[in-house]
């Protein structure tokens, strides 16, 4: 059974920085390409950031280029998302997503591409 399991997230100050985790069991995690999506109140689910299967491309929203890193762990089979000099528009329950299928090459923001998911980990940024 895959199962995707967030971690890291809290009340920060703006300006402050978390580090999300996200573990991954039940499937072969260096085979598939892997998001972060974000959830904010009232909106909708918004691609945050996605990474190949051996980390050599990544890409992000518009929105967090230069504040967020996205990395992964394939021999810990985990998937990291460090979140620095964050603002209040980043509050929201942050998720990690596991692509369709695997050795995808490519890249995709689009949720409908995403077979499994997190339970989420709430990141709020207020003083």
């Known amino acids: 059974e895959v199962q995707l399991v967030e971690s890291g997230g809290g009340l920060v100050q703006p300006g402050g920085s978390l580090r999300l985790s996200c573990a991954a069991s039940?499937?072969?995690?260096?085979?598939?390409?892997m998001s972060w999506f974000r959830r904010a109140p009232g909106k909708g689910l918004e691609w945050v950031s996605g990474i190949s299967t051996g980390s050599s491309t990544t890409r992000y929203v518009d929105s967090v280029k230069g504040r967020f890193t996205i990395s992964r762990d394939n021999a810990e089979n985990t998937l990291y998302l460090q979140m620095d000099n964050l603002k209040p528009a980043d509050t929201a329950v942050y998720y990690c997503?596991?692509?369709?299928?695997?050795?995808?090459?490519?890249?995709?923001?689009?949720?409908?591409?995403?077979?499994?998911w997190g339970q989420g980990t709430q990141v709020t940024v207020s003083s």
């Open positions: 997503a596991k692509y369709k299928a695997p050795y995808y090459t490519a890249t995709s923001d689009d949720t409908k591409d995403y077979s499994s």
């Open positions: 039940g499937f072969t995690f260096r085979y598939y390409y």
